[in-house]
Nanobody
Framework: QVQLVESGGGLVQAGDSLRLSCAAS????????MGWFRQAPGKEREFVAA????????NYADSVKGRFTISRDNAKNTVYLQMNSLKLEDTAVYYC????????????????????WGQGTQVTVSS
């Protein structure tokens, strides 16, 4: 069983940056594709970004492309989401997820399989 713990959320102003982290608490993540999702109040959870097990491939939602960067450090069992130029509409609870299929490179939202979830971290962007 993979347990994921997100951190790094907070309250920032529009235009600021934040870096979220997602660490595996028990098992290593090197063979799993990882993703970030978010859920705003009253809305469904949506895909934000995903990264392949090696880090060689990434995919982003159009709404964050060019502003957010997903990366991973397999030696630290940690995945990151660097968020720049934050907007009011980025306000949400951010969740990381792991695709439990080893060595998967399926990073499209319809292909990524969220087998494991973290508890989420709140990001609030104010004007």
């Amino acid at each position: 069983q993979v347990q994921l713990v997100e951190s790094g959320g907070g309250l920032v102003q529009a235009g600021d940056s934040l870096r979220l982290s997602c660490a595996a608490s028990e098992r290593p993540l090197p063979t799993y594709a990882m993703g970030w999702f978010r859920q705003a109040p009253g809305k469904e959870r949506e895909f934000v970004a995903a990264i392949s097990w090696s880090g060689a491939s990434t995919n982003y939602a159009d709404s964050v492309k060019g502003r957010f960067t997903i990366s991973r450090d397999n030696a630290k069992n940690t995945v990151y989401l660097q968020m720049n130029s934050l907007k009011l509409e980025d306000t949400a609870v951010y969740y990381c997820a792991a695709d439990g299929r080893p060595y998967s490179r399926l990073l499209q939202p319809s292909q990524f399989r969220s087998d494991y979830w973290g508890q989420g971290t709140q990001v609030t962007v104010s004007s």
